[in-house]
T-cell receptor, first 112, second 112 residues
Framework: GNSVTQMEGPVTLSEEAFLTINCTYTATGYPSLFWYVQYPGEGLQLLLKATKADDKGSNKGFEATYRKETTSFHLEKGSVQVSDSAVYFCAFRDNYGQNFVFGPGTRLSVLP | DAGVIQSPRHEVTEMGQEVTLRCKPISGHDYLFWYRQTMMRGLELLIYFNNNVPIDDSGMPEDRFSAKMPNASFSTLKIQPSEPRDSAVYFC??????????FGDGTRLSIL
């Protein structure tokens, strides 16, 4: 069935470190892929998206590339800040538009 | 633009009481989703609507939970009677396919 797998957290990094959060998916067809971020006490916010193979989504220094051959959508940032501390969710929506699947979330803590 | 609006932001009530959570989706969106988030279970999809019609309620935990969408601009999630294990943050989200989901700020529910 459809599913999203994310690396388990929590992930703890020092400020300015390089970030990678792995995400792989199982879906039929050609889903659209998303990363959401949830700051403490808030709802989920869309961080970036990609709708077809080899697309790169980017926002606020974060990037993720839609890799159909490996069914992956890993999130990366070259230099994290304390303000990036949050929970990150990988998600996809199937190409029929009705099935939206979220991963379990990865908690990131960035230390000064 | 107004985002998804949820009310109340916080609700504290005693076990056995009826609880009603409210959601106003983004104007023009045709999908509405209700989620529950807890530390133990993460983010769970409870039910979603398309054009005000419930499409999939398989995530609704028990008959104590019910959801309605009487028109395109309003939805409710009701718990009757409430129990302490219902304590969680409840999110409403809306979308216009093929776009992403947009989340409200959530209702933090505590059942004593």
């Amino acid at each position: 069935g459809n599913s999203v797998t994310q690396m388990e957290g929590p992930v703890t990094l020092s400020e300015e470190a390089f970030l990678t959060i792995n995400c792989t998916y199982t879906a039929t067809g050609y889903p659209s892929l998303f990363w959401y971020v949830q700051y403490p006490g808030e709802g989920l916010q869309l961080l970036l998206k990609a709708t077809k193979a080899d697309d790169k989504g980017s926002n606020k220094g974060f990037e993720a590339t839609y890799r159909k051959e490996t069914t992956s959508f890993h999130l990366e940032k070259g230099s994290v800040q304390v303000s990036d501390s949050a929970v990150y969710f990988c998600a996809f929506r199937d190409n029929y538009g009705q099935n939206f699947v979220f991963g379990p979330g990865t908690r990131l803590s960035v230390l000064p | 633009d107004a985002g998804v609006i949820q009310s109340p932001r916080h609700e504290v009530t005693e076990m056995g009481q009826e609880v009603t959570l409210r959601c106003k989706p983004i104007s023009g969106h045709d999908y509405l989703f209700w989620y529950r988030q807890t530390m133990m279970r993460g983010l769970e999809l409870l039910i979603y609507f398309n054009n005000n019609v419930p499409i999939d309620d398989s995530g609704m935990p028990e008959d104590r939970f019910s959801a309605k969408m009487p028109n395109a601009s309003f939805s409710t999630l009701k718990i009757q009677p409430s129990e302490p294990r219902d304590s969680a943050v409840y999110f409403c989200a809306s979308s216009l396919i093929p776009g992403p989901q947009h989340f409200g700020d959530g209702t933090r529910l505590s059942i004593l």
